[in-house]
Nanobody, 117 residues
Framework: QVQLVESGGGLVQPGGSLRLSCAASGSIFSMNRMGWYRQAPGKQRDLVAVIANGGSTYYVDSVKGRFTISRDNAKNAVYLDLQMNSLKPEDTAVYYC?????????WGQGTQVTVSS
């Protein structure tokens, strides 16, 4: 079992930056790969970025060069960040963290990111 708590969202103007954080606790064996996901209004929840325990990363094309995923491992927890720069209105969504591939049992409340002038 994994517990996930996201934070750091907010309202930002286009071109601005935000840093999201996720505290993941529970089964460390389930947290080898962790991901950020997002769900825009009226759309399905999509993968944004993944980071493995060894530090390798993956980004979807739409965020490459703008977003950076990072993690800090503790004994029974993982602290996951998503640095988002050069934000665009199309980045507006609720952002979630989860293991990768995602497990529907673990979804948290997410954190709202709104990019608007």
């Amino acid at each position: 079992q994994v517990q996930l708590v996201e934070s750091g969202g907010g309202l930002v103007q286009p071109g601005g930056s935000l840093r999201l954080s996720c505290a993941a606790s529970g089964s460390i064996f389930s947290m080898n790969r962790m991901g950020w996901y997002r769900q825009a209004p009226g759309k399905q929840r999509d993968l944004v970025a993944v980071i493995a325990n060894g530090g390798s990363t993956y980004y979807v094309d739409s965020v490459k060069g703008r977003f950076t995923i990072s993690r800090d491992n503790a004994k029974n927890a993982v602290y996951l960040d998503l640095q988002m720069n050069s934000l665009k209105p199309e980045d507006t969504a609720v952002y979630y963290c989860n293991i990768y591939p995602s497990d529907r049992r673990f979804w948290g409340q997410g954190t709202q990111v709104t990019v608007s002038s």
